[in-house]
């Protein structure tokens, strides 16, 4: 598995991003890697026609600026005893900033406090679904409310075959980043390891009309066979993955698998909650190369649903449509 190198933390209040900073001290640690914190500061506007650039606005902001160091200070001086941590304030738009941040020092993970605590119903069109959407690291999105250490993690794959050939590698990679991931962290907290695949069987409710069950088709035959063979290539998944582990490491984790039958904006909500996962790993992304493409509605809608923790990782070959400017 890739070793994560490079994490960056962003923090709000010292209550709501205390969870998610020390999960990002404690992932640095056991990984030996970097770790950066930022918090966000909106740019000052006085209005009334006063100059942007003026004097008065320059001191308002350059005050602001100050207090917010502060606060950081107050969040991340506790732990540099642990480990050395790079932090400063960003100005500006808080998704374009931070994606401006990954691209500039190379991060390889983006750990962060949802901006509320109802966070999945104002997900879609706020600033986290912008970063989901437009970050090219994994986004690890942290609820405040989250315990020091997780139960069980559930790891969504899709093993489906319909794609074009060369969007199934690029798939099959995805699946095996978000299996290593969710290994891991599961590892690390000594929880139970989920996965899951939801499947349909492509024209099955046409099949079970009158007209082709007089041509004698046994639809619950076909439908078996699907089932067989999305569990041969799940079982396939995690062989593969096992292979690029350390040894025992999938013997050891016993991860149970759960092959629903249905879509997966409804079942892997379903099964999280029945669960009660304390994350959900995902892939984001289906399709490379598209700027800020989204995997359709139906990551939105798993999005929206699951209450839990959430770490989405992108496809190799994802491009954001943010640059450095």
Not at 183 to 209: C, K, N, P, T, Y
Not at 291 to 313: D, H, R, Y
């Amino acid at each position: 598995m890739k070793r994560i190198q490079n994490i960056l933390c962003v923090v709000s209040s010292r209550t709501r991003s205390r969870i998610a900073l020390e999960r990002a001290v404690l992932l640095a640690e056991n990984n030996q890697a970097s770790l950066t914190v930022i918090s966000l500061s909106q740019p000052v506007s006085i209005g009334m026609g006063m100059p942007e650039s003026g004097p008065i606005s320059t001191e308002l902001q350059a005050a602001k600026l100050e207090q917010s160091n502060r606060e950081l200070g107050f969040l991340v001086d506790p732990y540099r005893d642990r480990m050395k941590i790079h932090s400063h304030v960003l100005i500006g738009v808080e998704f374009l900033e931070i994606i401006r941040e990954v691209l500039r020092e190379g991060h390889d993970l983006v750990i962060k406090t949802p901006e509320s605590e109802d966070w999945l119903d104002r997900l879609l069109g706020s600033e986290d679904m912008h970063l989901l959407r437009k970050c090219p690291c994994p986004v690890w999105l942290i609820k405040s409310s989250a315990s020091k250490s997780f139960r069980r993690v559930l790891a969504a794959v899709d093993v489906s075959d319909v794609y074009p050939s060369n969007e199934m590698k690029t798939r099959h990679v995805l699946n095996q980043q978000i299996l290593e991931m969710a290994s891991s962290l599961a590892l690390a907290d000594f929880a139970e390891l989920h996965i899951v695949h939801a499947w349909q069987a492509i024209g099955e409710r046409a099949m079970r009309g009158v007209l082709m069950q007089k041509r004698g088709v046994d639809v619950e035959t076909y439908i078996a066979e699907v089932r067989k063979q999305r569990e041969l290539r799940l079982n396939r998944l995690l062989q593969s993955v096992s292979n690029e582990l350390s040894p025992d490491v999938i013997d050891y984790l016993k991860p149970q698998t759960h092959l629903v039958k249905g879509r997966a904006r409804k079942e892997i909500p379903a099964l999280a909650k029945s669960l009660q996962a304390d994350l959900v790993v995902m892939g984001t992304v289906a399709r490379t190369g598209i700027p800020g493409f989204f995997s359709g509605n139906t990551a939105e809608s798993i999005l929206g649903q699951i209450k839990c923790s959430v770490l989405a990782i992108k496809p190799p070959g994802f491009k954001t449509p943010v640059t450095v400017v």
